[in-house]
């Protein structure tokens, strides 16, 4: 039997590409209304919505800067419109994350990488808060990452920022709990999508040494895990961190 989604109102952010495009498609594939965002490539956008829209049933595509405050806000009043409010907000966008020392980091970039994992999640969650409060019933999941349990080295803004956007979604899932909100963590592994394209073959080999599964995984083990958290079966799990990694976190 698969999990219960129905026709609920589902915000993923930067979805038309990686993770973000197959959470989209699976989502829509099990009967969601998706709004699927974009900032940047509007011929990318064009193609993943199209695809999109080949899944079936009503879908549309936003464009938004979603570390803006005032952009967040027209991007759900645009999704309101068309769709109608968010049930299920999965704040997925990202950007550039290379790996230096410390001393080679400047404050700007640092500042860049907790608009897009506190900042934004923050604006996006307040933003959609009022309904799920309202109707007493959403969904909220986060894609956090393995690096932040592990601290990586030479990597220290994008595991601080990540470090802080846990904290937000345990916070907020006892905050919310009462209102039959929940707020769960999906932790990815290096899934290789299309950021990723300029890996050498010793840093992918690298990776899987460490494996105990000795394999990369697949966006669509991401978009199931997803799934799960956004269905009616889930009503009683929140708080969670779910390891999507093939064993690479067992401590």
């Known amino acids: 039997m698969p999990f219960t989604i129905n026709s ?3 915000l993923i952010t930067g979805s038309t590409r990686g ?3 197959q959470m989209a498609l699976t989502l829509a594939h099990n009967g969601a209304r998706v709004a699927m ?3 940047g490539n509007q011929q990318v956008a064009e193609q993943a919505f199209a ?3 080949s899944v079936g049933g009503e879908h549309c595509l936003v464009r938004a800067d979603v570390t803006d405050e005032s952009e967040v806000a027209g991007m759900i009043a645009e999704i309101e ?3 109608g409010p968010v049930d299920i907000l999965v704040p997925n966008a990202t950007c550039e994350q290379p790996l230096m020392p410390i001393e080679e980091y400047e404050w700007a970039f640092f500042q860049r990488m907790v608009d897009f994992f506190q900042k934004s999640p923050f604006l996006l969650t307040k933003a959609c808060l009022p309904h799920m409060r309202e109707q007493r019933w959403g969904r909220i999941v986060h894609l956090t990452s393995e690096v932040f349990p592990g601290a990586w080295p030479n990597f220290c803004p994008y595991i601080s920022a990540k470090g802080g956007q846990t904290g937000l979604a345990r916070s907020n899932a006892r905050e ?3 209102y039959g909100i929940t707020v769960n963590m999906i932790v990815p592994g290096w899934i290789p999508v299309e950021r990723h394209s300029d890996a050498t ?3 992918k080999a690298d990776y899987l040494a460490t494996s105990p599964m000795g394999r990369f ?4 083990h991401v978009a199931d895990a997803l799934v799960y958290f956004a269905s009616e079966e889930a009503d009683f799990v929140t708080g969670a961190t779910l390891d999507v990694n093939g064993g690479r976190t067992i401590y």
């Open 217 to 220: 995984g697949d966006p669509q």
């Open 201 to 203: 073959d010793e840093e």
């Open 81 to 83: 419109s068309k769709l």
């Open 8 to 10: 609920r109102v589902a």
């Open 37 to 39: 965002n974009y900032f």
């Open 19 to 21: 993770l973000g495009k």
């Open 176 to 178: 919310f709990a009462p």
């Open 51 to 53: 695809e999109l829209q």
